[in-house]
């Protein structure tokens, strides 16, 4: 259920026990019957459907053992499938093995890891704001404006934004300009890309 290179870096840390490939749902839901693994690793890119089913089912069937979710779609609903069936976190493998190794720690330690452009779209409050840091250029955004640079920073479009906050085009338009006087920004393409940087890698440009 896991690629290549992914293989390789997760087996220098770590002992992996099974590699299955979901082909018969049941005959996997049997193997972790008899004995439960310590992380399971569900790649979303190949059987995306039966992956799901797969999720849904081991978290029913037993729910002691975290999942990560993986997959090379950059599409949000990809990784709503994956939480919405139960999974524990989400990778995009175009990140680093070392973000891997570190989401796997996470997972073990009882905890949760989802990538931040999946938290700012469907869980902005869990993408932290440096909010405690007076003199950080976002301390001064009400939680609006974050909300809004956030959806800018995972690309989506002015119309969309409005279509998902349920307001009109012209008061996100208003917001987007705010933002870019109170950030210093000079045009829409630096707001773009210091909206991007921010949600990818947790800084401005």
């Known amino acids: 259920m896991v690629r290549f290179s992914f293989r390789c870096a997760i087996e220098q840390h770590f002992q992996v026990d099974e590699y299955l490939e979901p082909d018969d749902t049941n005959q996997v839901l049997a193997l972790i ?3 439960p693994p310590a992380l399971a690793i569900i790649d979303l890119d190949h059987y995306q459907n039966q992956e799901v ?3 849904k089912q081991s978290k ?3 729910a002691s053992f975290p999942i990560l979710s993986i997959s ?3 599409d949000l609903d990809v990784m709503e499938k994956g939480m919405q069936a139960g999974a524990d976190g989400f990778l995009s493998k175009s990140q680093s093995h070392d973000t891997l190794i570190h989401a796997i720690q996470v997972l073990l330690q009882g905890g949760s890891f989802w990538c931040r452009r999946y938290l700012a779209k469907s869980k902005p409050e869990l993408l932290p704001f440096p909010s405690y840091i007076p003199d950080h250029p976002l301390f001064s955004l009400s939680e609006r404006e974050r909300q809004i640079f956030q959806l800018i920073g995972i690309k989506m479009k002015t119309s969309k934004i409005a279509t998902h906050l349920k307001v009109s085009t012209k008061t996100i338009e208003s917001h987007r ?3 870019k006087y109170k950030l210093g920004f000079l ?3 630096e707001l773009t890309a210091n909206a991007i940087s921010w949600v990818e890698n947790g800084a401005l440009l």
Do not use: G, P
Request: net charge negative; glycine share 0%.
């Open 187 to 189: 045009n829409a393409t």
């Open 177 to 179: 300009e705010n933002l």
């Open 60 to 62: 029913s069937q037993d």
């Open 53 to 55: 089913n797969l999720i």
């Open 33 to 35: 019957a008899q004995k």
């Open 72 to 74: 090379y779609s950059s």
